[in-house]
């Protein structure tokens, strides 16, 4: 299977990290978006929305989205599972990882859109107010983060699951390219964001 990446995305190092727990391995095809490559319409006819990550399955079918592709993996490699093991724990783990996607992501997104890196390259004509918003709920989001992990080793309860992938890739692509890191005083936010990191998949 081939993943359709760029380096630094986080959303493919979303799948690569997935994949990497499941002992699964993916040709990774490098997506200069940079040069626009995920907007041809070669690459176009794999994704209509023109985003990476994309898997391509050996007999040349695509899954695009992050989430949708670990749950192919997950389907077709179902342990060690990271999306839950009976109805409670599957429907838990995705309501705390759509808390994330929804509550933090898209703060972050939208501080992104509106922050320097993105305003070089002079895409989109950005709104300064919003990116001060953003970051505020950012900020506010970690601090709630830092009081629930008071009470969990985990996002979702005591076990590593897909929903502590995605935040992991939320705060490392806030904190290196959107100015958005966690303050040190909160600790037991650092505290998981040490332990998640220090594993092998994690390196991806």
Not at 42 to 49: A, M, R, T, V
Not at 79 to 92: C, K, M, Q, V
Not at 109 to 121: K, M
């Amino acid at each position: 299977m081939k993943l359709y990446e760029y380096q630094n995305a986080p959303n493919p190092r979303r799948v690569k990290i997935f994949a990497a727990e499941k002992g699964v391995e993916l040709e990774l095809v490098h997506c200069d978006m940079a040069q626009r490559a995920h907007k041809t319409d070669e690459f176009l006819i794999k994704n209509p929305s023109g985003k990476i990550p994309v898997l391509e399955l050996e007999d040349g079918r695509c899954i695009s989205e992050s989430v949708a592709i670990c749950k192919y993996l997950e389907l077709i490699h179902p342990e060690p599972n990271l999306f839950g093991s009976d109805e409670f724990e599957i429907a838990y783990i995705e309501s705390r990882n759509r808390h994330i996607e929804f509550e933090l992501w898209t703060q972050i997104g939208t501080s992104w859109v509106n922050g320097p890196i993105v305003g070089a390259l002079g895409l989109v004509d950005q709104i300064a107010d919003a990116k001060t918003a953003s970051d505020k709920n950012v900020n506010t989001y970690y601090k709630r983060l830092d009081s629930e992990f008071s009470k969990s080793q985990f996002v979702a309860g005591d076990r590593y699951s897909v929903a502590d992938i995605t935040l992991l890739t939320a705060i490392d692509f806030a904190s290196s390219m959107v100015d958005l890191k966690p303050d040190e005083t909160l600790s037991n936010l650092a505290r998981w964001h040490a332990e998640i990191s220090s594993r092998p998949s994690s390196k991806n």
